[in-house]
């Protein structure tokens, strides 16, 4: 059975930090990984990704302020949010995919964390 179980998040004042871990069971995290946001209304997006062989990739709203790292042997998952701002105000997933380079398509992710709110004020 794959099981997601995410932890950190909560709410902040802009400028600040948070750490968002995501443990995996049935998923190694040796896979291919990542960190989506939904918004309010707005459809899931990828945030940060880290294939297979350790490769991040950013989306362009959060490069140089968040890093997305993994520990194979933990199987955890990982998202440190730096200089955070109130467009960041979220629901966070963390996601594990069975392909070597699954991007930022949410269909090439088959397995999901519940979610984590995170809230930032200005």
């Known amino acids: 059975q794959v099981q ?8 902040v004042q802009a400028g600040g930090s948070l750490k968002l871990s995501c443990v995996t069971s049935g998923h190694p995290a040796s896979r291919s990984m990542g960190w989506f946001l939904q918004a309010h209304g ?13 490769v991040a990739r ?13 520990d194979n042997a933990k199987n955890t998952l990982w998202l440190q949010m ?18 070597v380079a ?4 949410p ?7 519940q979610g984590t709110q995170v809230t930032v004020s200005s």
């Open 102 to 105: 699954p991007g930022f398509i």
């Open 107 to 113: 269909a090439n992710f088959n397995a999901w964390g």
């Open 4 to 11: 997601l179980v995410q932890s950190g998040g909560g709410s």
């Open 82 to 99: 730096d200089a955070v701002k109130p467009e960041d105000t979220a629901v966070y997933y963390c996601a594990g995919a069975p392909y």
């Open 58 to 70: 950013y989306a362009d709203s959060v490069k140089g302020r968040f890093t997305i790292s993994k």
């Open 42 to 54: 707005i459809e899931r997006e990828g945030v940060a990704s880290i294939n297979a062989y350790g």
